[in-house]
């Protein structure tokens, strides 16, 4: 009776352990991803091997969906793990990272459909003039369409591909991309390709991408930019002002040499009407000249304290 109790027990234990943990991770393995596009650049703007994935996630899928990706150990730390918001903008989104074998695990939510990891592989082997790279697939997820997408660097020549079946075409930075459409991959089921080329310089590739404006240049500026005779403009605008400072200077000189005279300045008393007022005749005043009464001590006209004779 005991023992059948214990063995109960242990089987609902087991069948918790069995709901709690793979539950999350047969989830992840289950779902299949729309479209993977991965990005190879060899030597762009550093002297390694640049890896972009472009992750679509199924219609149906509910967000945020919890995913886990493999890159290679020797990575180190991804460059970015971003999600595309409505506006089209990518924003870069939390993740862990963990060691597995020989892998590295990143464990994050995507919160978009679109989801891009970008990280530098060390292993572009750089051997001369030769250049070799193997990349492998790690089968984490099934995909309906699966793409490779091979810059070829600057300078480089005599591009090799294995598996081989690839189309060319130039892009809009002027580089040249061959392109390989996989098709679909099951779980589990991993992809590697290897791409060898020549080169005998050390430059980047990103030093001869053209710089181009983040958004169109409206019609004032392209005016502005249009202008044939742009100098000359220049040139008499700077005329006018130096014309106008000439004339400037030379109206507040004359002002400060003929000063305004004050309109409200008092009258003097004339000299006649000085001396008739020494000689005991009728008062004047000596401040403003008016003429003032018999018996005033203080000027009817200014307020001035008249002189005695």
């Known amino acids: 009776m005991q023992t059948n109790f214990i063995q109960k027990l242990g089987v609902i234990f087991l069948a918790l352990f069995l709901l709690s943990v793979p539950f999350t991770t047969q989830a992840q393995q289950g779902m299949t991803l729309a479209r993977v596009t991965v990005d190879l650049w060899p030597e762009f703007d550093r002297p ?3 890896v972009i994935y472009h992750i679509t996630l199924p219609t149906p899928v509910s967000l945020p969906a919890a995913m886990n990706l493999r890159i290679p150990l020797t990575v180190g730390v991804p460059n970015a793990v971003a999600a595309k918001s409505a506006d089209g903008a990518l924003l870069n989104i939390p993740f862990k990272q963990e060691s597995d074998g020989i892998w590295s695990r990143l464990n994050f939510q995507a919160t978009s ?3 891009q990891i970008e990280y530098y592989d060390p292993g572009l082997q750089i051997n001369g003039d030769r250049r070799h790279f193997e990349y492998t697939w790690p089968g984490d997820y099934a995909v309906e369409a699966f793409d490779i997408q091979i810059q070829q660097p600057t300078g480089a020549s005599e591009m090799h591909f294995k598996p081989g ?12 991309y061959y392109e390989m459409n996989v098709g679909s991959l099951t779980g589990g089921q991993q992809f590697q390709i290897t791409v060898d080329y020549q080169k005998s310089t050390d430059e980047l590739s990103a030093s001869n ?12 500026d392209s005016g502005i930019a249009s202008l044939p005779n742009l100098p000359w403009y220049l040139g008499g605008v700077g005329l006018l002002l130096i014309v106008g400072g000439l004339i400037w200077y030379w109206r507040t000189g004359r002002q400060q040499a003929h000063p305004r005279r004050d309109l409200h ?3 003097k008393p004339t000299e006649s ?5 020494a000689t005991g005749g ?20 200014c307020g001035t304290e008249l002189r005695a004779n």
């Open 209 to 220: 991408v053209p710089v181009e404006p983040s958004s169109p240049l409206d019609e004032l």
């Open 113 to 115: 459909r679109d989801v």
């Open 273 to 277: 009407q000085a001396a008739e007022s």
């Open 165 to 176: 079946t690839v189309s060319a075409r130039q892009g809009a930075d002027n580089l040249k």
């Open 265 to 267: 300045r008092r009258n």
């Open 48 to 50: 390694t091997m640049l």
């Open 282 to 301: 009728s008062v004047y005043c000596h401040q403003c000249g008016n003429r003032a009464a018999v018996g005033d001590r203080f000027c009817r006209t």
